[in-house]
């Protein structure tokens, strides 16, 4: 006799992200492929955006400002993200004459290529799953799975040439590389709080697994402890403590972002997804709905709510 297939809660980690992401709408955008020689230098400002590197081939410095301490190598293969926007430099050297990007893409010296772009969810920085993050993450080419590796290949392959669909490629591409960052830094522990560390947690991971399986459910602080089998002061702390909201808190914003998905290809009523949703009137949702995304779920339905654009970079050559 098959084996009965697992349930939402005891599936593992990265399924609850997937639909997680999905959630959030996660958007890649590769802004610029520089191909480089020389004495090469990419000068980054601050931005609203989570920002990535990968060194395609060659090697650079990344430099972080006096405070931070030595620049560090990068080696191809290397990818840097930056949840929480930074001003930085990407340089041919481990020290820095001047501010300033200069870009070569003929003469002597060593020659580097790098893809660099935006990642982008909804709440940008302030996304549960970015919150989770270190201010820089940096996945080395020699400590990554073989399949991110590949995929650092790959994305380097399609920035060098000229191909139809390039930039749909190069997004496409570059929203699963966040995902196998994002894996990178479940296996190897490095997180330690937000809503990334609940999904390290046995216990904390049945209850958002149930949330987003049964989102409409009356769920109540009782019998999502019981999910999660403890006791209801130890879920609230154990919640709170990993989350970083209140476990109703984190339901009722779970609930309008899966609202929102819903009534932006207008095939549902106001009235049919807060009955789905577990609101027992169309004013409480409605209330609710504003409260938490700033905007009517009735404008949504029948316009959509406009994506963030990504604040605009400088010019940079290659791309």
């Not at 490095?190 to 989102?215: Q, W, Y």
Request: charged share 20%; with cysteine; net charge neutral.
């Amino acid at each position: 006799m098959a084996a009965n297939p697992p349930s939402m809660t005891d599936r593992p980690a990265d399924d609850l992200l997937s639909r997680i992401l999905e959630l959030y709408q996660l958007r890649a955008s590769v802004f610029a492929t520089p191909n480089t020689c020389g004495a090469w230098q990419l000068d980054m400002p601050a931005t609203r955006n989570v920002e990535f590197h990968l060194v395609a081939s060659g090697r650079g410095f990344l430099h972080l400002g006096l405070a931070e301490g030595a620049p560090i190598e990068l080696q191809a293969g290397d990818v840097v993200v930056f949840p929480r926007s930074r001003r930085h430099i990407v340089s041919h050297a481990a020290t820095i004459e001047e501010p300033g990007t200069r870009l070569f893409e003929a003469g002597t010296g060593p020659r580097a290529e790098l893809v660099c772009g935006t990642f982008n969810l909804d709440g940008a920085q302030a996304n549960p799953l970015i919150v989770s993050l270190a201010d820089v993450v940096i996945v080395t080419g020699t400590s990554a799975r073989e399949e991110l590796k590949a995929l650092a290949l790959l994305l380097a392959s399609e920035a060098r040439l000229p191909r139809s669909a390039r930039q749909s490629v190069l997004d496409r591409l570059s929203e699963v590389l966040f995902v196998y960052v994002l894996r990178h830094e479940l296996e190897r522990g490095s997180i330690r709080s937000g809503l990334l560390s609940a999904f390290l947690d046995p216990t904390l991971r049945r209850a958002l697994a149930a949330m987003h399986e049964s989102p409409g459910t009356h769920w109540t602080i009782a019998s999502l402890a019981g999910v999660a089998h403890l006791s209801r002061t130890a879920f609230l702390d154990r919640f709170q403590s990993a989350v970083g909201t209140p476990p109703m808190q984190f339901l009722t914003d779970w609930r309008m972002r899966l609202a929102h998905l819903r009534l932006r290809d207008g095939s549902r009523s106001v009235a049919a997804v807060a009955s789905e949703l577990g609101y027992s009137t169309e004013a409480a949702f409605r209330r609710a709905f504003k409260r938490v995304l700033g905007v009517g779920p009735g404008a949504v339905r029948r316009q959509g709510l406009a994506s963030d654009v990504p604040e605009p970079h400088q010019p940079v050559a290659g791309g």
